[in-house]
């Protein structure tokens, strides 16, 4: 049986201290744990890592059919193509981040950048931007510190619209949200990120199980 292949990427500039990335390997070790074959994980840390910021060529690229640019700016769209080729490997993809400012931190918006990429993750057409990726299980990993994703809200969402849409143009409809929200009211944050990754994990997880075993038969 071929390994399950996982691309996890974090987003905190916390390191150790990053809840979103406990509550991210919580996950994991839950995944990893049930899904019945070996998982190979490629991780990318864009908290201690952070990527550059995009470039003029990069920019310009954008603007032209993919073999143009790479003709146009050779060498230049490096970024881009290791982190699209990362994301084309992954049967299943873990973002573990957490909310700033209402919606996802700097460090994860870089990568978004770099991954939309035109004619190369997604198209134009008459009817809009359309995905150029096979679509995978994806599973955001949220934390934040004040009351998000409460019903009425506390506080107002671009969180989770703005990864269904941006995930969305370049093919990846088939997303789930796990949250840990309310962190800075625990006295123990960690506990509590733990707590709330099992309470996720009973009710959530044998749904994503079904979604990655179903993706990898159909390929
Ligand atoms: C720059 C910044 C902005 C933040 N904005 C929000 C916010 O809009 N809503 C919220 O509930 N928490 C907000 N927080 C709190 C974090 O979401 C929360 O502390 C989270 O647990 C941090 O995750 P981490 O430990 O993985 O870095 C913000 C934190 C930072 C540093």
Not at 53 to 58: G, H, K, R, T, V
């Given at each position: 049986?071929?390994?399950?292949?996982?691309?996890?990427?974090?987003?905190?500039?916390?390191?150790?201290?990053?809840?979103?990335?406990?509550f991210g390997r919580h996950l994991l070790s839950a995944i990893t744990a049930h899904i019945g074959r070996e998982v190979r994980i490629t991780e990318r840390n864009l908290g201690s890592e952070p990527l550059p910021?995009?470039?003029?060529?990069?920019a310009e690229s954008l603007l032209l059919p993919a073999e143009e640019g790479r003709a146009r700016f050779p060498g230049q769209l490096g970024v881009s193509d290791l982190l699209i080729a990362e994301l084309e490997a992954a049967d299943l993809l873990v973002i573990a981040t957490p909310v700033h400012n209402f919606t996802v931190p700097a460090t994860l918006k870089a990568w978004i950048d770099y991954v939309v990429r035109y004619d190369v993750t997604f198209k134009y057409t008459p009817e809009g931007k359309v995905g150029l990726l096979h679509d995978r299980p994806t599973l955001i990993a949220?934390?934040?510190?004040?009351?998000?994703?409460?019903?009425?809200?506390?506080?107002?969402?671009f969180f989770r619209p703005y990864l269904r849409a941006v995930l969305g143009v370049i093919g990846l409809h088939d997303v789930t949200f796990a949250q840990s929200p309310g962190l800075t009211f625990s006295s123990e944050p960690f506990a509590e990120v733990e707590r709330q990754a099992c309470a996720w994990t009973e009710s959530h997880l044998d749904q994503l199980l079904r979604a990655v075993g179903g993706k990898l038969l159909s390929q």
């Open positions: 049986m071929n390994a399950l292949r996982l691309l996890l990427i974090e987003c905190s500039p916390r390191g150790d201290k990053a809840t979103s990335s406990e910021p995009i470039s003029a060529a990069y949220v934390t934040s510190g004040g009351a998000m994703f409460s019903d009425p809200p506390a506080q107002p969402d």
